[in-house]
Each structure stands twice: as C-alpha cells, then as structure tokens.
C-alpha cells in the first residue's frame, strides 16, 4: 500500500470517527483532533500495524477523546 492510499485511508476513518462523534452531540470535532489523540498513543512505539491502527481509530470513545483534549488543554497544547 502506498503512503498516499494509507493516508487517504487514515483521513476517511477518521473523519468516519468526528461525524460519529457528532452525532453523539460533539459539535466540534474534527478529523485532524481524532488523528492527533490516536495517534499520541504511538510517539513512544513507532507506526503501528494497519489493522492496529484501523481498530485503535474505529475503537475510540467520546471519553477518551475528551480526556486527550482536556489533558492537551493542561498541557498548553493546541487542538
């Protein structure tokens, strides 16, 4: 799979996931940030397997994406 497929992939999920998200009533959620709190799980491991990745971004909850925002928000990191 080419780096521009996997990308295309990625970003569909994970717009997949922000219109999920707001449909559960979070307005303003953007494929960008699901991306962001998905992928801070791999800064210390490196890239992980696809079906990983694909599982850990269709897998996220409203929870744990708040707790990542709210945890940037402390942190002084834009989201």
Do not use: R
Request: glycine share 6%; charged share 25%.
């Amino acid at each position: 799979m080419s780096s521009i497929e996997w990308d295309s992939m990625i970003k569909e999920l994970c717009e997949s996931k922000a219109e999920e998200f707001k449909l559960l009533g979070y307005d303003h959620v953007e494929a960008a940030e699901v991306w962001g709190c998905v992928s801070s799980k791999y800064v210390k491991h490196g890239k992980p397997q696809l079906h990983q990745l694909v599982s850990d971004i269709l897998s996220l909850k409203p929870n744990q994406f708040m707790n990542y925002l709210m945890l940037n928000a402390y942190k002084g990191n834009s989201f």
